[in-house]
């Protein structure tokens, strides 16, 4: 017996039994209309909604790499360090030459994203942290009379011997 005809006749013996009888939702027509208006890749969005997958996912290499590079520049300010701005366009860098040896997909130009760009968009953002106004801090006690405060021990340089 093929595997088929035994799958087929296991059904059809539940069938007889009324194993299917009670089940609900029974008489009712299926809900098979996807959410959205195109039918034809509708099955692969409610697949990916329902998996949890990112739109993004489903972008060619090249279109993926743009909104990339798109969404680096707008939250530039926020990286901590110069060095972490460099490693990460150095990696994304890294990944549109990849892409350009073997392009798969569309021919898309993507550009290398220029390092030194960032750095100074960071800088920018910075400074401008900076100049916005802070919040009063608690008045800090009064210094001695005397005139000067007197510095912790950590302050003082070591003299050589």
Not at 98 to 124: K, Q, S, T, Y
Request: overall charge positive; charged content about 35%.
């Amino acid at each position: 017996m093929s595997f088929p005809s035994w799958i087929d006749q296991q059904i059809d013996e539940a069938e007889r039994r009324g194993v299917f009888d009670d089940l609900p939702g029974k008489g009712k027509p299926l809900n098979l209309k996807p959410t959205g208006g195109d039918y034809g890749d509708a099955w692969v969005r409610d697949y990916a909604r329902r998996e949890g997958v990112q739109p993004d996912e489903f972008l060619p290499t090249p279109l993926r790499l743009r909104r990339e590079i798109e969404e680096l520049t707008e939250v530039v300010g926020d990286f901590r360090s110069e060095a972490e701005i460099r490693e990460v366009a150095s990696d994304i860098n890294r990944r549109i030459v990849e892409w350009r040896r073997i392009p798969v997909g569309p021919p898309i130009h993507v550009r290398l994203v220029n390092a030194d760009d960032l750095v100074a968009r960071w800088w920018a953002a910075q400074s401008a942290k900076a100049a916005r106004p802070r919040p009063q801090a608690p008045e800090s006690p009064q210094p001695p009379p005397g005139g000067q405060t007197r510095r912790p021990h950590w302050w003082r340089r070591r003299r050589r011997a």
